[in-house]
């Protein structure tokens, strides 16, 4: 599905808010390196998926109602074998209904696994008064805690992406401290930088979250992903 | 000097300017006005009450009672009548085609009421309709200190001005105004623009862009209307000269409604900043920052390196000077082996120490030779970026008193280092228990192109935040 059509049946669903794998398929269509995602709508084709893929795998709801998918129990992590990838489905299913019996549950993503590394956040939304904007930060309890974070208008010039990542209190965690690697700068670079031509071609986005996105010495990959479309 | 084919020329550089509505006892927008006539520029009023007009022509001052009376060109015009006569007032400055007026008549749409608003619309459709100029309503106008056009009786004259000053609110124009003046530095133009309904704060930021008499643009704001010009505006003036944005109102209003977690971290503050960073403007948050910050930009050599020589007369100064400047980022590091080997041929390590900081009063004792001596070698030592000098008024105040002479030769002194130095150098001098005195001693440096500053935390934060102009570091 191409994003325009992605946004016509949201549209015509008559919802600003896009699925992860909607989100996801779009952005990794555009360059931005997100890990592999794929929807199940049983546990058979869940486990088929995983086979596929390759373990370990991350299995989450898709509910257009569920906000936040792992405070109603609807995310469960490194998942090794085809039973455990099965049951792991049921689990999120009975878990999600209990949770919160309203939601429409269209299934359950399948996900690749990001290698360990630094939670970061790199973001994109719409200033009332100067239009479309680009954030970054470290993720986790820097941004919930500390809101480290640094904005620039978009799209980006050149240099700005830098510019963002050396203007966060919390610069030193990426040239790694207690003994881990620093991370890869330039991949965080190229993603704000693919981020904002993504936003500067779609100006029917109007905020986008990559949260968070696992930045390491490898690279730099989006594990969650959210999209939301300016009214129509 | 001016832009020549500028739409807003003809007001800010004006030759016939008219005071339309001012009344006595003490004529106000007249007097502020005075030395534009002193200066040889055509002063005159407009004021239709007869009780008003003897008074207005006590001062020397011609009146009018049809601005469509004055017989030259009025390029700019100052309006204070009742807001009620305001609309028949703008249909005559825009019949005498006049280049641009103020209006300090105020009780617009700053109310919320239904009488200022409509009445500022009824304003805003004449005057666009007829692309006429309009500073404000609401507002002090325009303050160009080279003509003698003032909006305030304590503001100087002056040729000299280099700063442009913008400002949202009146009352900051005229307070920066009068502290640049304590502090030794004059304004180029400056406009105190209100309500806005005309001319925007970019109208008045491209024309000082191109204003061959601004060196340095300074800005006042509150909110920004058209966010998109005003950033293109800033961009295309910070490519042409250092740009310092004052912003007031810092306190984030309510989150706004937002489904990602970005947009609820997107505080109207947080976008503010990045934006200022992104079009290289020097965000300030207060009179203060932006005062000294304006001493760096005209007074000190730029430069983006962080490497500070930090000269302080005592022990403990020395601790604080060095505090101050690694809290804003600044090392202080080691000099050279020469540096250190050429200061030890003289330096008095009794009580003082020549590592850096330096702590050199026992050794300079008020020596010209051996102040130049110190601050040649610091100039000469490739690992130093820029100079902060302490001179204590807990001290000197007593001897300057003595011997006002050698206030002169240390001006002297410090002034023909900087002539002849490419680094930046900064003083320090804490009025300590002599406020009034150092005020004065102040302006003596201030007045030679010696950036003083009141303490070491806003020398250290004026040098970081404008030493290297905004620019990308």
């Known amino acids: ?232 | 000097m001016s832009v020549p084919g500028h739409p807003l020329d003809r007001m800010f550089n004006p030759k016939t300017v008219a005071i339309i509505g001012d009344k006595g006892p003490n004529y106000m927008w007249l007097r502020n006005n005075q030395p534009f006539k002193d200066q040889g520029g055509n002063l005159y009023s407009v004021q239709i009450d007869e009780k008003e007009i003897p008074g207005i022509e006590e001062l020397g001052i011609e009146n009018f009672t049809a601005l469509t009376d004055i017989p030259e060109p009025v390029d700019y015009a100052v309006v204070a009548v009742p807001r009620h006569v305001s609309p028949y007032v703008m249909k005559d400055l825009i019949e005498a085609e006049v280049g641009g007026a103020a209006f300090f008549t105020s009780g617009f749409a700053e109310t919320g009421e239904e009488l200022g608003v409509s009445l500022q619309a009824q304003l805003t459709e004449m005057a666009r309709g007829a692309n006429f100029n309009v500073v404000g309503p609401n507002c002090m106008g325009l303050y160009l200190p080279r003509v003698g056009v003032r909006f305030n009786p304590d503001v100087p004259v002056a040729d000299d001005g280099r700063v442009g000053f913008v400002s949202q609110s009146g009352t900051h124009s005229i307070m920066f105004s009068l502290v640049m003046g304590a502090n030794g530095m004059h304004l180029s133009r400056c406009a105190s623009f209100g309500n806005a309904i005309v001319l925007d704060i970019s109208d008045y930021l491209e024309y000082l862009t191109e204003d061959p008499e601004t060196d340095v643009i300074a800005m006042y704001v509150e909110g920004v209307k058209d966010g998109p010009r005003f950033v293109k505006a800033l961009r295309e003036a910070t490519a042409h000269k250092p740009v310092v944005v004052w912003k007031g109102g810092q306190t984030d209003a309510g989150a706004r409604a937002t489904m990602s977690h970005t947009g609820s971290l997107a505080s109207p503050h947080a976008v503010w900043q990045g934006i200022m960073r992104q079009c290289g403007a020097i965000a300030t948050n207060s009179l203060d920052e932006t005062v000294d910050a304006m001493k760096v930009l005209l007074h000190a050599k730029p430069s983006s390196g962080k490497r500070m020589a930090l000269m302080a007369m005592t022990g403990g100064q020395s601790v604080s000077i060095t505090d101050a400047f690694v809290g804003e980022g600044f090392e202080v590091g080691r000099l050279t082996d020469q540096s250190y080997e050429e200061l030890s041929s003289f330096f008095n390590i009794i009580g003082g120490s020549y590592q850096n900081p330096l702590d050199m009063a026992g050794t300079v004792q008020g020596k010209r030779e051996v102040l130049e001596r110190i601050l040649g070698i610091l100039d000469a030592d490739e690992s130093v970026d820029a100079l902060v000098m302490e001179q204590s008024a807990m001290f000197g105040a007593r001897q300057w008193k003595d011997h006002p002479e050698r206030v002169e030769d240390l001006v002297d002194t410090l002034a023909g280092h900087i002539e002849r130095s490419a680094k930046p150098f900064l003083m320090v001098m804490h009025p300590a228990h002599e406020e009034a005195f150092v005020a004065e001693v102040r302006l003596k440096f201030a007045e030679r192109g010696i950036p003083v500053f009141a303490s070491f935390e806003r020398a250290a934060a004026a040098a970081a935040r404008a030493l290297a102009r905004g620019t990308r570091s």
């Open chain 1, 1 to 232: 599905m191409t994003f325009a059509e992605t946004v016509s049946s949201a549209r015509a669903e008559n919802r600003t808010l896009l699925s992860e794998v909607e989100a996801k398929a779009a952005l990794g269509d555009s360059g931005v390196p997100v890990t592999a995602t794929t929807l199940a709508q049983t546990r058979e084709e869940a486990a088929a998926q995983a086979e596929a893929m390759g373990y370990p795998v991350a299995l989450k709801v898709v509910s257009p109602n569920v906000a936040h998918k792992s405070d109603v129990g609807g995310v469960v992590l490194g998942l090794e074998s085809h039973n455990e990838v099965a049951e792991g489905y049921d689990e999120i299913i009975r878990s999600v209904q209990a949770a919160q019996p309203s939601a429409v549950i269209e299934g359950v993503s399948v996900q690749e696994m990001a290698s360990p590394g630094v939670e970061v956040i790199v973001g994109m939304t719409t200033d009332p008064q100067f239009g479309p904007v680009m954030m970054f930060g470290l993720g986790g309890i820097m941004v919930e805690v500390l809101g480290d974070v640094a904005f620039r208008l978009a799209p980006l010039d050149e240099g700005d992406a830098r510019d963002m990542i050396d203007e966060i209190q919390g610069r030193q965690v990426l040239d790694g401290v207690r003994g881990q690697p620093p991370v890869d700068i330039g991949a965080i670079e190229a993603m704000l930088n693919r981020v904002s031509e993504f936003a500067a071609a779609h100006p029917e986005v109007a905020e986008l979250d990559l949260n968070p996105v696992i930045a390491s010495p490898e690279g730099a990959i989006a594990v969650d992903a959210r999209i939301v479309l300016a009214e129509a």
